[in-house]
């Protein structure tokens, strides 16, 4: 059975705290990995990770993808409040011409406070 | 933001009526997904389509169909709503796989907020 599996579920810090979030998988026919933020509405896409040690970055975040060791992890560097949300990791897994889809973990909370 | 809509954005209803809510996209992609999230599960996949009339089934498919008539709409029908299925439901579309850059990630609507009393 296809599985992601995300820890920690849920995390509290300061601001200012650097926060490291994990992402497991065993998932066939992989394409790539998925970081998406949820805050009270629809996610929005992070990142894309399609091979192993290539980081990848956007300002205060950053992540990585092990494919031998089937993982992920997401940074979060000096933490501000507006990075209070649910972390989702994803695998996007092939299913027939062109399309894919998602596998989703059980996300991570995560709460920054001041 | 992709051009994505879902209506209703909340519903309450009564155990065993029927429901149908409505994905609306203006991006001409042709593969659309219906997802449900519930505490705890993050998302699943209920059911997804690759085109027009062509669709299939997700992990969390049972008491849910589908229809896909034209390119931009994406029903999800509840053929006698049950209160396990009061959830929130994202609609999500993409680009085929192997377009523009070859990775594309999918884009979600704004969600309903489905309550079956």
């Known amino acids: 059975e296809d599985k992601v599996v995300q820890s920690p579920l849920s995390l509290v810090v300061h601001e200012g705290d650097t926060v490291t979030l994990n992402c497991s998988y065993e998932?066939?026919?992989?394409?790539?990995l998925l970081w998406y933020k949820q805050e009270k509405k629809a996610p929005t896409f992070l990142f894309m990770l399609?091979?192993?040690?290539i980081e990848k970055k956007s300002g205060r975040l950053s992540s990585i993808l092990d494919k031998k060791e089937l993982f992920s992890i997401l940074n979060i560097t000096a933490t501000q409040t507006g990075d209070s949300a649910i972390y989702l990791c994803?695998?996007?897994?092939?299913?027939?011409?062109?399309?894919?889809?998602?596998?989703f973990g059980q996300g991570t909370r995560l709460t920054i406070n001041p | 933001d992709a051009g994505i809509t879902q209506s209703p954005r909340h519903k309450v209803t009564e155990t065993g009526t029927p429901v149908t809510l409505r994905c609306h996209q203006t991006?001409?992609?042709?593969?659309m997904y219906w997802y449900r999230q519930d505490p705890g599960h993050g998302l699943r996949l209920i059911h997804y389509s690759y085109g027009v009339k062509d669709t299939d089934k997700g992990e969390v498919s049972d008491g849910y169909s589908v229809s896909r008539s034209k390119t931009e709409d994406f029903l999800l029908t509840l053929e006698s709503a049950t209160s396990s299925q009061t959830s929130v439901y994202f609609c999500a579309i993409s680009p085929p796989t192997f377009s523009g850059s070859g990775y594309n990630e999918q884009f979600f609507g704004p969600g309903t907020r489905l309550t079956v009393l």
């Open positions: 991006e001409n992609h042709r593969y």
């Open positions: 998932v066939t026919n992989f394409r790539s």
């Open positions: 399609t091979s192993s040690g």
């Open positions: 994803a695998v996007e897994q092939i299913i027939i011409q062109g399309a894919q889809k998602l596998v």
